[in-house]
Every structure is written in C-alpha cells, then in structure tokens.
Nanobody
Framework: QVQLVESGGGLVQPGGSLGLSCAAS????????MVWYRQAPGKQRELVAG???????NYVDSVKGRFTISRDNAKNTVYLQMNSLKPEDTAVYSC?????????WGQGTQVTVSL
C-alpha cells in the first residue's frame, strides 16, 4: 500500500502563487507517473499536469506557462508550483501516482483564488 499526503493549498489573491506537494510513503518500489488533477464545484475532474519518472511533463492548456510540475524520486514527492493564479483555478487539487501495479490518490487539498 502507498499513502499520499498533500500539502500547500490555501487562499490566494488573483495573480498570486502557491506551491503544492504530495509525498508518498509505504510499500514503494518505484513510482512511475505522478499526476495532479483538480475538480472545481459542478465540474468534472481534469488532469492539470503529469510527470514521468524520467521527467517528461505535460500540462492542460489552461495552465501552460503558469504551472510547473516537478518530482524528487529520492523523496517520492511530486510538486506543483502555481503562478499567476486565476479565479478559475479554484478547485480541489489531488495527486495521483502509479507504481506499475496500482494507482493511488491523495486526499485532496483546496486551492481558492479570490480577492
């Protein structure tokens, strides 16, 4: 089993920045894909950014140039740096990791962008 602990959410004004982290622990041999999703009220969950073990990244178009995903394989941790935040970025952000056999979800952290 793999446990994920997320941190870093909160309230920020438009144009501000926040950093999220998601640390994995437990029976970890190797983590492959590490992904951040978000779900806003009344909307479907969407993939925000993903990163492979080798460091290849992909982003949803709406966050390109503003968000940066990174990972530390030694710490089994994935990060999401969010800059130039907009009210439409408000959502619950959840991390997802896959160890080659199973996928695991974090508990989610609220990000609110508002004056």
């Amino acid at each position: 089993q793999v446990q994920l602990v997320e941190s870093g959410g909160g309230l920020v004004q438009p144009g501000g920045s926040l950093g999220l982290s998601c640390a994995a622990s437990g029976s970890i041999s190797r983590l492959y894909a590490m992904v951040w999703y978000r779900q806003a009220p009344g909307k479907q969950r969407e993939l925000v950014a993903g990163i492979t073990r080798g460091g290849n990244t992909n982003y949803v178009d709406s966050v390109k140039g503003r968000f940066t995903i990174s990972r530390d394989n030694a710490k089994n941790t994935v990060y999401l740096q969010m800059n130039s935040l907009k009210p439409e970025d408000t959502a619950v952000y959840s991390c997802y990791v896959h160890d080659g056999d199973s996928g695991y979800w974090g508990q989610g952290t609220q990000v609110t962008v508002s004056l």
